[in-house]
């Protein structure tokens, strides 16, 4: 199968030029293009379908550094790129120098992220999150897209788009794409290409933490889906032991006997979880260096207690050797009612 090379285009005046057939979506990227990116632009493309147009963007955004972060040491594959985007559907990549996106400098007015882009990753890294949303903004404009996609990886940056959009009338739809990961469960990042084989040995244990998680939080919606249905005697904590998972088994007689049926799970509970395996990886060589853990309301990244029904993210971010990376999960709380 061939595919037909993507237009590669530095200038909006260029982009503007293209004559537009159907829905154009739009993929962000910094480039070092990989399956996760190949991901949203396939998205884009089923989307839009035969008759729209996919035009990626590779820009590494400077405002998005901060001190001591990076930006020099970014990967920088355009060629390699190209032939990703081609591969996965694009009609044209956006290339744009950073003159051609901040014509006068750095620009005097920005978006700014407010209290949400304070918390977790804002509050590790000042500032990021309003060199996001001010490029995001531009780039917008810039290519007038009817749909933009984003992957929920970054979970914080997809919400904060969303409520950008959303706050101030952009028309544009905003899609996220689930997380894509590597066989051993990582999550794709162009920082994984940093990570030597022990590195990434102690990096897995992002993803393990955050399946750990998961699987408490599973455990926890099935023992409260069955104590709906089981009378509140000590029938109920044998049929919940019954369910045959060792962490239910173990809090069956709890939630027997002291939750109602209409409890959620524990976010508690499922912090916990995960947090054994990150504590676990503080002790690997190299050990894993924790920023933060939280499980948060994904409408403002506020943390959510054990009172909390409805969505949520499971986020955390850590270092590992001179590689900081992130990951999340989202879970749904009190699901079945």
């Given at each position: ?46 989307l ?27 990967p ?33 007015v ?7 882009g ?32 984003y ?89 919940l032991s ?12 709890a ?47 506020t ?17 590992v050797?001179?590689?900081?990376l ?12």
């Amino acid at each position: 199968m061939t595919t037909t090379p993507p237009v590669l285009l530095r200038t909006a005046d260029e982009l503007h030029a293209r004559v537009r057939h159907g829905r154009r979506a739009v993929v962000m990227t910094m480039g070092a293009l990989h399956e996760g990116h190949a991901t949203l632009i396939r998205a884009a493309r089923d989307l839009v379908g035969g008759d729209g147009e996919v035009v990626v963007t590779v820009f590494v955004n400077p405002l998005q550094f901060g001190a001591g972060e990076d930006l020099d040491r970014y990967p920088r594959t355009l060629d390699a790129d190209l032939e990703i985007a081609g591969r996965a559907g694009a009609d044209a990549v956006f290339a744009p120098s950073v003159e051609e996106v901040y014509p006068g400098g750095e620009p005097q007015v920005r978006v700014t992220a407010g209290p949400m882009g304070e918390r977790l990753e804002g509050a590790s890294r000042p500032g990021h999150f309003d060199g996001m949303l001010t490029v995001v903004a531009k780039l917008l404009h810039l290519t007038r897209p009817d749909l933009a996609l984003y992957g929920q990886k970054d979970a914080q940056q997809l919400a904060l788009i969303r409520r950008m959009v959303r706050d101030l009338n952009f028309g544009v739809d905003i899609v996220g794409v689930p997380t894509v990961r590597e066989e051993d469960g990582l999550a794709l990042s162009s920082r994984n290409r940093y990570l030597s084989p022990q590195d990434r040995r102690t990096a897995l244990a992002l993803s393990q933490a955050l399946f750990a998680g998961l699987d408490r939080h599973a455990a926890q919606e099935a023992l409260r889906a069955r104590a709906r249905e089981v009378p509140a005697t000590q029938a109920r904590a044998e049929a919940l032991s019954a369910l045959g998972e060792s962490r239910a088994a173990a809090d069956a007689h709890a939630v027997a006997t002291s939750a109602p049926a209409s409890a959620p799970a524990s976010a508690t509970a499922v912090k916990a979880a995960a947090r054994l395996v990150l504590d676990d990886a503080a002790r690997l060589d190299p050990p894993l260096e924790l920023d933060y853990l939280a499980l948060v309301d994904p409408s403002d990244f506020t943390e959510v207690g054990d009172d909390h029904t409805g969505e949520a993210v499971l986020a955390v971010a850590a270092r590992v050797g001179a590689t900081r990376l992130i990951d999340n999960v989202p879970l749904t709380f009190g699901a079945a009612s």
